[in-house]
């Protein structure tokens, strides 16, 4: 299970996030409700007040929690050392690997939640543009130029909404051995068989 924090006990603030996390990821951010979150718990509604002003304040809390997490991550991840550009993209896609560092649920949740909701569409255009940049950078510390290390960045993240939005059904083995063929697809260049074999090393 994708997490925000289960160890915690079920009267903490972590307990009503991932409680309403768990909602959010299945039925959408209307299902999100005090009452059935309490239930949920088996707590009292008045124990919500104890972490919480009101159901935005939990939103909003869910909310920054996807920013400095999926965002954060993605970023960072771009920024992380490399001396190829094979071997950056291949940290970035641990992001699309391991939970902890990119809750792809939690994506799909909040892209579905901002398409009736002006204010989140905003931050999730303001994201996506954050993406982009990192993505972007992160092509041009190798020598592409400015346009074509933006298209790059775009392919990269049009085809990780894709395989959001799509929830397909590989396994993780079936979308590890494809990594390699799709950091050649998104770089034009081949990764050497060292990159390769560290990639999958930290991945099996």
Known sequence: MNKIDQAEPRSTEDAWLKAAYEV???SGV????IMPLAKRLDLTRSGFYWHFKDRDALLEAMIRHWEDRNTGNLVARCDAYATTICEAVF???DCWLDDELFDSRLDLAIRNWARNDGD???RLTRADRRRTRAMTAMFRRFGYD????ENRALTM???QIGYISMQLSETPDQRLARMPGYVEVFTG???S?????RFLARHR
């Open 157 to 159: 993240i049009y085809t």
């Open 24 to 26: 959010l990821t299945e």
């Open 30 to 33: 209307e299902a999100v409700k």
């Open 189 to 191: 260049r081949a990764p």
């Open 91 to 93: 940290n970035l896609f």
């Open 146 to 149: 400015g346009e074509d290390a």
């Open 193 to 197: 068989a060292a990159e390769t074999r």
């Open 120 to 122: 989140l569409q905003v």
